[in-house]
C-alpha cells in the first residue's frame, strides 16, 4: 500500500516569513491533494497536482510535484495567522481513495 | 462556495449502542465518501459510494458499519454496535461527476463521535 511521509511533523514561524513543507510517496503518485485542517473543522481543499514536474498557486501558497511524481512541496510566501493550521496531503490511489500523510502542523507567531 | 454538511457535530454514546451519522454531500455529486481520524493520527479511508452501492471499502469498514443513501439528499454512516476505538472524527465527503480524476474532493466539517 502507498505511505505519505511529511516533514516536518511541525513547524513555527515567525509572521512574514516563508516556509516549506514536504510530502514524499512510497510510490508514484497518480494525484497529489493538498489540504489545510483547523481544530473542529474539516479538510480545506487547496490544491491539486497531477503532472510531473506541475506547479500550482493559490494566493501565497504554492504547491510543486517533482518530475518523478513521488514526492510534493507546500511553499507559503510571507506567513499570516491566518496560515495556522494542520496541512496534510493526499494521495490518489488506484482505487477510488485517498491515502493522507500523517500531517504538518504549522504555527504562526504574530 | 457549495459545502459538505453534517450532523450532529458532536456524538456521545455508550458501548454496544448504534449510531447514524449523517451527511448532506453537495447536490450534484455523485460520488460519496466515509473517513475517520483517530486522535492523533492520519485520516483514514473507510468507504466509498456510487451509483447506490459501495464502490471501495477499507479494511476498518466490516460487518458493524453500513452506508446508505435513504433519499436524494442524505448520506448515512451506521455503527451499529459501538465500540470504544470507534471514538474519532468522522467525516463525509464528495465529488462530482467525474469521481476524483480532475475533482475535488469536497470535505464536512466533521462528526466527532465519543463511545464511552
Known amino acids: 500500500s502507498q505511505e505519505l511521509e511529511q516533514s516536518p511533523q511541525s513547524l513555527i514561524v515567525q509572521e512574514g516569513k516563508n516556509l516549506t513543507i514536504n510530502c514524499t510517496s512510497s510510490k508514484t503518485l497518480y494525484g497529489l491533494y493538498w489540504y489545510k485542517q483547523k481544530y473542529g473543522e474539516g479538510l480545506i481543499f487547496l490544491m491539486m497536482?497531477?503532472?510531473?514536474?506541475e506547479e500550482k498557486s493559490h494566493e501565497k501558497i504554492t504547491a510543486k510535484l517533482d518530475e518523478k511524481k513521488q514526492q510534493s512541496s507546500l511553499h507559503i510566501t510571507a506567513s499570516q495567522p491566518s496560515h495556522a493550521g494542520i496541512y496534510l496531503c493526499g494521495a490518489e490511489n488506484a482505487g477510488n481513495m485517498l491515502t493522507f500523510g500523517g500531517g504538518t502542523r504549522l504555527m504562526v507567531k504574530p | 462556495e457549495p459545502e459538505v454538511t453534517q450532523t450532529p457535530s458532536h456524538q456521545v454514546t455508550q458501548m454496544g449502542q448504534e449510531v447514524i451519522l449523517r451527511c448532506v454531500p453537495i447536490s450534484n455529486h455523485l460520488y460519496f465518501y466515509w473517513y475517520r481520524q483517530i486522535l492523533g493520527q492520519k485520516v483514514e479511508f473507510l468507504v466509498s459510494f456510487y451509483n447506490n452501492e459501495i464502490s471501495e471499502k477499507s479494511e476498518i469498514f466490516d460487518d458493524q458499519f453500513s452506508v446508505e443513501r435513504p433519499d436524494g439528499s442524505n448520506f448515512t454512516l451506521k455503527i451499529r454496535s459501538t465500540k470504544l476505538e470507534d471514538s474519532a472524527m468522522y467525516f463525509c465527503a464528495s465529488s462530482g461527476p467525474w469521481g476524483r480524476t480532475n475533482e475535488k474532493l469536497f470535505f464536512g466539517s466533521g462528526t466527532q463521535l465519543s463511545v464511552l
Open positions: 497536482l497531477q503532472k510531473g514536474g
